[in-house]
């Protein structure tokens, strides 16, 4: 067992702890696997440490540690102006823990090329099981009315079977491009990529009909399409040109009817989950012009609704959350610095993903492009989505510093005998 092996046993284990042990233990995804989420991110980010004998830093590093430091200057905000117990504080701070763990991870992705691809098929097949267990689940659900996992359902509010709340928003979101990338580098090809198809085809069945959220499966699309139009333009072909036309037919056929879906719920005066977006943001962009709420944010903490400040950050009829909103609740939660952050911390990711070749370039750039898409209406910042960071980050982080070793032809020692050796460290 070496400190490498040891270190990506960790990992896989805080995966299987993000997607809340396939829920099969926990009643309450977010209550549970969150909180222990950052348990372990705080674990492996000691253990990381103690192994090395110091922080490993990547291309994002500075970017956590200013986050943290909008997250002191957030708390002390809310200290000064609500009435807040020290318990509330910490609950809320406690789940931001989970960033810690982009130390680690980028450590392990920064040992070999294999670990990079070590770590990737293990985010594939997690999900993989994840989303198996919660195709069977909805199934079951229908025929029986019944549930075998611990997921929370909200029931006659779509044309599918009752939803299922904060299940897909965070391993899956990075896991249904993995595949993706894997099958668009090998042209298609379904000889020697029959696993990548069985992965993508069941984690975007568990995001259509079991999380279904319809801006999420867009974000999907579009960054799936800009996947495939980088890679067609790489080395145009006949093949190539077919292949991304079939890709558009069926991203037109498909997106569309999500597109017009979205267009009659934002049409709908009387669809309550559009009217308390759309008044939310206009509450909280009021709301953060008096005081200097604009520079802080009115703050992550929401108290219970015994305290007239829950009714004051939740709305006059208690309906209105950040996690909705986009940007706009980001803002509205950690003001201008915590927005800038965020924007910045994107402008950079798309800019490395860029820069980055080969292998690494479709990645990275698909991530970050469906994070752009969903920007207007989920950020990464929220408790079911915070997980996808670190783990986005990494993958960027790692997949720019080898397309730079790479291109300066030195750095990363090439496979000799099947073996492949670690990444100078410097």
Known sequence: MTRQNLLGLLLTFWLIVAVSFFHLFFNGYANYANKISSIVSCFIFVVSILLWGRLQKGYFSKFVLFFFLILAVNIVSMGLNYDYPLSTFFAYIFLYLVLLCYYPINTYLEF?????????NAIEVIATIQSILLLINELYNVKTGNTFLHVTF?????????????????????????????????DFRVIGNLKEYFSFVLIALSIIFVDQSRMYILSVLGSIVF???????????????ILLLIVLILVVVIGSVFINSIIITLGDSTNGSNYARAQARTYYLDILRQKFYWMTG?????????NIFYWFIKGPAGIFNYNDIGIVGVLAAFGIFGAIWYIWLLLKSVNLAFKSDGKYKLLSLGLVIEAL?????????????????????????AGYKYSKMGSAGNGINKDIGGHTYDVVRY
């Open 154 to 186: 909200l029931t006659n509010i779509s044309r599918y079977s009752p939803r299922a709340f904060t299940v897909a928003e965070g391993v899956l979101r990075i896991a249904v491009l993995i595949p993706v990338s894997k099958i668009i580098l090998n």
């Open 373 to 397: 898409i969903s920007i207007g209406s989920l950020s990464y910042l929220d408790a079911d989505r915070v997980v996808c960071l670190p783990i986005m980050l990494g993958i960027i982080s």
């Open 112 to 120: 070999s090329p294999q670990k990079y691809k070590t770590f990737l």
């Open 298 to 306: 009115l703050g992550i903490a929401i108290p219970d609704k015994s």
């Open 227 to 241: 996947m495939v139009f980088v890679r067609a333009k790489e080395k145009i072909s006949l093949k190539r040109a």
